[in-house]
């Protein structure tokens, strides 16, 4: 029978290419968010985050860009190597009750071609 | 390495059993959160607890039961096992309770419930 499971977007990406992994989130009083690649067999791993108050934040080969007004981040990366290939997620965190807590969006698989 | 660990790896198990999964956060964290996921559900959040005490709660089952322990560590136990919790269950842990705070990840135990 056909299996059931999320489908997940994809990019797939020459070495050297800059790559940009969308998300869209669903609470608008989100006022914290984060981005985690995860390999195969292995836990999320933190990349960047950013709070509401900003729409643009740097690190590494990394930028993270925030709209709010239309409930949209980004992840660039730029220089993307193969090592670069892993599911990206975006999570949003709501504060208040919410505490801790962070809600993942699905996920983009991210293929790097050498 | 993230700095949380996880134990077991694997598990094996069959339907209607009872299982324990395990995980030490990170030195200095005070806040575990526990996290399932499976190819139909992606990352799902299911509870967090900070020092000692239930913090936040997503949409745990009445058979999934969560502590934290004195010394921070924290167990999930899983009961009355059905084919449908055969899942990677993470465990990942930050400093304080509230938002904006990144969580760091172990390395999951994959259950496997035949």
């Known amino acids: 029978g056909e299996s059931v499971g999320l489908h997940l977007p994809t990019l797939s990406v020459q070495e050297g290419d800059n790559s940009i992994i969308n998300c869209a989130y669903s609470?608008?009083?989100?006022?914290?968010f984060i981005w985690y690649k995860q390999e195969s067999g292995k836990g999320p791993q933190f990349i960047i985050d950013?709070?509401?108050?900003?729409d643009k934040r740097q690190g590494q080969r990394v930028t993270v860009l925030l709209n709010k007004t239309v409930k949209h981040l980004s992840l660039q990366i730029a220089a993307t190597q193969p090592g670069d290939s892993a599911v990206y997620f975006c999570?949003?965190?709501?504060?208040?009750?919410?505490?801790?807590?962070?809600?993942f969006g699905q996920g983009t698989i991210l293929t790097v071609h050498p | 390495d993230s700095g949380v660990t996880q134990t077991p790896k694997h598990l094996i198990t069959a339907t209607g059993q009872r299982v324990t999964l395990r995980c030490s956060p990170r030195?200095?964290?005070?806040?575990v959160y526990w996290y399932q996921q499976s190819l139909d559900q992606g990352l799902q959040f299911l509870i967090q607890?900070?020092?000692?005490?239930?913090?936040a709660k997503g949409n745990i089952l009445e058979r999934f039961s969560a502590q934290q322990f004195p010394d921070l560590h924290s167990e999930l136990n899983l009961s009355s096992l059905e084919l449908g919790d055969s899942a990677l269950y993470f465990c990942?842990?930050?400093?304080?309770?509230?938002?904006?705070?990144?969580?760091?990840f172990g390395s999951g135990t994959q259950l496997s419930v035949l």
């Open positions: 607890y900070y020092n000692g005490e239930e913090r």
């Open positions: 609470n608008s009083a989100s006022d914290y």
């Open positions: 999570a949003e965190n709501a504060g208040g009750t919410s505490y801790g807590k962070l809600t």
């Open positions: 990942a842990s930050s400093q304080s309770q509230g938002s904006g705070e990144k969580l760091f």
């Open positions: 030195s200095g964290d005070l806040s």
């Open positions: 950013i709070r509401s108050n900003m």
